[in-house]
């Protein structure tokens, strides 16, 4: 399975924009790129995915590098609530998801 | 997490215990897996189904047996519980033609 990295933890502010970034540079051609977040003492939720295109939806949206070695997940305005662990995943043929250690997000009142 | 039901929320066994953690859906999901979390970490996949009477293998199948003889239902066994199983265990449903997971809330087991 393709590898993620992802920074360990990002912190930001109450009503700003948030961009957790995601390396992948030995994506296949097959390869989505989903965002799952978890809430302290939840299990995974799941944020988005994509292929190739930017993608948007009542959560946030992902923006794919051209090249998808690379893509960005922004929360357009944080809110306390949004604070949570963020992970960044690729899944090809297998379709298993396989969970690196994620972004640490700290929202700030 | 509606849909997927975990059961129980939490447990406390002794080293060579045996426990079933149960998973049930309401989705009519074709996909069933089973996770578990330790501290600090990402979650890792035991035990994965795509269908009544199919079962397959994650990256950390040994200690744990599954069996899946209905769609709504995927139990996970432990036959003898040791101090290394301690953890969060999450099961997780998909459809197959879609690419969104669904998760329970979690069973924290503790092995003494």
């Known amino acids: 399975d393709a590898k993620t990295t992802q920074p360990n933890s990002m912190e930001s502010n109450e009503e700003e924009p948030v961009h957790l970034p995601c390396n992948h540079s030995t994506i296949s051609g097959t390869d989505y790129i989903h965002w799952y977040r978890q809430l302290p003492s939840q299990g995974p939720e799941y944020v988005i995915h994509?292929?190739?295109s930017n993608v948007n939806n009542r959560m946030a949206s992902l923006a794919i590098a051209e090249d998808r070695k690379s893509s960005t997940l922004i929360l357009h305005r944080a809110t306390l609530r949004d604070a949570a662990v963020y992970y960044c995943?690729?899944?090809?043929?297998?379709?298993?998801?396989?969970f690196g250690q994620g972004t640490r997000l700290t929202i700030n009142p | 997490n509606a849909g997927v039901t975990q059961t129980p929320k939490f447990q406390v066994l002794k080293t060579g215990q045996s426990m079933t953690l149960q998973c049930a859906q309401d989705m009519n999901h074709e996909y069933m897996s089973w996770y578990r979390q330790d501290p600090g970490m990402g979650l890792r996949l035991i035990h994965y189904?795509?269908?009544?009477?199919?079962?397959d293998q994650g990256e950390v199948p040994n200690g744990y047996n599954v069996s899946r003889s209905t769609t709504e239902d995927f139990p996970l066994r432990l036959l003898s519980a040791a101090p290394s199983q301690t953890s969060v265990y999450f099961c997780a449903v998909r459809q197959l033609a879609k690419n969104i997971q669904y998760f329970g809330a979690g069973t924290r087991l503790s092995v003494l």
């Open positions: 995943i690729l899944s090809g043929g297998a379709q298993k998801l396989v």
């Open positions: 189904s795509v269908g009544a009477g199919i079962t």
């Open positions: 994509g292929l190739t």
